[in-house]
């Protein structure tokens, strides 16, 4: 996406004619990497976007924050503010503008006039709906060894993504996998091949992580398992890049 003011100041000191996005977050996880943009033409999808100037979004999850573009040279034009937020691990875009209905398409736009110095718009902002954008899908390839020897054809379970495993929890797959003779109620993803490796798509989370410290939920963080000798053998795997390969000792 070429937009030459990406990054740069607004000269508002000498503006004749000023705009101002507010941007209201709501159940947002992740600002980082969001802009509010200024276009002719509404956004449709990021290949196809031609945007005039953007500004960057607040680093906020819930509350009202602004921007302020100059629109001198744009007097007499009709512009959408369109608020963009790139992908954690690839360069595209999607909106999150909330679709919701009570916000409507026509109130994101706005006519730069002769006589009205300062024009307004105001948008409601979150994580994107389902199905309205393309996410991005890594791959990781997680090798199963006993000391170093390659594991095949070792069943291999996920608990999930942005929760680990407790010790309480463990035992308790533990004391099943006992008392059912081998049955594991987690989801069984996949086996490792000839060469004890499973290949597997990951679905990326675009929330990333959220929060800080202890409180930090990272989304990405997938919980993985074997199970060795009536023992669960575990490893929490964080996709931060589209190829990921990590090994499980047992």
């Not at 409507?104 to 954008?133: N, Q, R, W």
């Not at 020897?149 to 797959?173: F, H, M, Q």
Request: charge should be positive; aromatic fraction near 8%; proline fraction near 3%.
């Amino acid at each position: 996406m070429s937009c030459s003011k990406d990054d740069v100041g607004e000269d508002l000191a000498n503006a004749s004619h000023k705009n101002v996005t507010y941007t209201v977050a709501v159940a947002l996880y992740r600002s980082a990497g969001a802009r509010v943009y200024l276009s002719e033409q509404p956004f449709t999808t990021y290949d196809k976007f031609t945007p005039l100037k953007s500004l960057p979004v607040g680093a906020f999850k819930t509350g009202t924050d602004s921007v302020t573009f100059n629109v001198s040279e744009y007097v007499g034009k009709t512009l959408y503010a369109i608020t963009l937020r790139k992908k954690l691990l690839s360069d595209g875009y999607y909106s999150i503008i909330s679709t919701s209905k009570t916000q409507s398409p026509s109130l994101l736009k706005f006519t730069v006039k002769e006589g009205e110095p300062v024009s307004h718009v105001a948008m409601v902002i979150s994580e994107p709906a389902a199905g309205t954008y393309t996410r991005d899908v890594a791959k990781l390839a997680l090798t199963v060894k006993k000391g170093s020897t390659p594991v095949a054809n070792r069943e291999i379970y996920w608990y999930g993504a942005g929760n680990r495993l407790s010790d309480a929890l463990i035992k308790n797959i533990e004391t099943h996998y006992a008392l059912t003779k081998g049955e594991v109620l987690q989801k069984l993803i996949t086996k490792t091949n000839a060469s004890g490796v499973a290949n597997m798509n990951i679905t990326i989370d675009e929330r990333g992580v959220y929060g800080s410290g202890n409180n930090a939920q990272n989304f990405n963080e997938n919980v993985f398992f074997v199970m060795e000798g009536g023992k669960v053998k575990v490893i929490n795997i964080d996709m931060n890049a589209l190829t990921v390969a990590k090994t499980l000792s047992i």
